[in-house]
């Protein structure tokens, strides 16, 4: 990729993280255009705005001018049907709102994947006619429903976040992102490709996950901090999850300040 950072606000540009474990990221200095004509061309140029002005959409364009046979993803905190559009008739292959969730980052990055193997191992004309094709496939309307239905999960997904060890009930986050209980179960598994219990669980779990890693509290202590009000039941959810049980995975453990490097990774979520 050949990231061009076009944000005013300069902590915008923290959106390059996201990809950084997925692709390799050059950013272009001082929004020169020179490496395009290079003969390693980028599989992929980024236009990164928070909100589009201009200049920045009138580089876009002669981006495009310079380099016609390299895709462009154009990503935005902008949610405008107006510029969605503008992008695509542009010649944009992919227009992205910010911040991005999970499925979609991970639906991007699975159409780059199948995109970058089709540019290195091109198949004449079949190749050229598949990329037009891509390039035609998102609708700005579908873009546009898609993200209005995803902001409010965006705000569900935060609270969750901020109130794991709390009770928390579906009901009352439906309402709170103006939605009926039904529809919100729906479009929240759709977007995080679990229910909305099993998430919150799978949040919780986590949660213990690095407590117990990074604490010396008591686990009947860490199953209650964490929203749990059964210890017997978080000790099994816990195995089911992690393939063993607490006292298990702390005995596992350094203690705390020592072995970073052995420290347990992550469990992101796909969604």
Known sequence: MLWFDLTHDRSAADCIAVFADSCRIAQAKDLSLSGLGAEQRPDMICMHYDRPDTLGLGLLMEVKRIAPSIPITMLTVQHSEELAVWAF??????????????A???????????LCQMRSNPTGNGSK????????????????????QQQPLQQAIR???????????QKVLAERCGMTPFRFSRLFKQAC?????????RKRLEKAEELLANSQMPITSIAYAVGFQDPSYFARAFKQQFGCCPSDFRRSEPPPGQGDELLPPQHSLSF
């Open 89 to 102: 008739r542009s010649g944009v292959w992919e227009f992205l709102v910010l911040p991005l969730l999970n």
């Open 104 to 114: 979609e980052r991970d639906r991007y990055l699975k159409a780059l994947l199948a």
């Open 129 to 148: 006619q598949l990329l037009t094709r891509e390039n035609l496939l998102p609708e700005s309307i579908r873009l546009t429903q898609q993200h209005q």
């Open 159 to 169: 609270y969750i976040e901020q109130h794991y060890s709390e009770h928390l009930e």
């Open 193 to 201: 490709g679990m229910s909305f219990p099993e998430y919150v669980q």
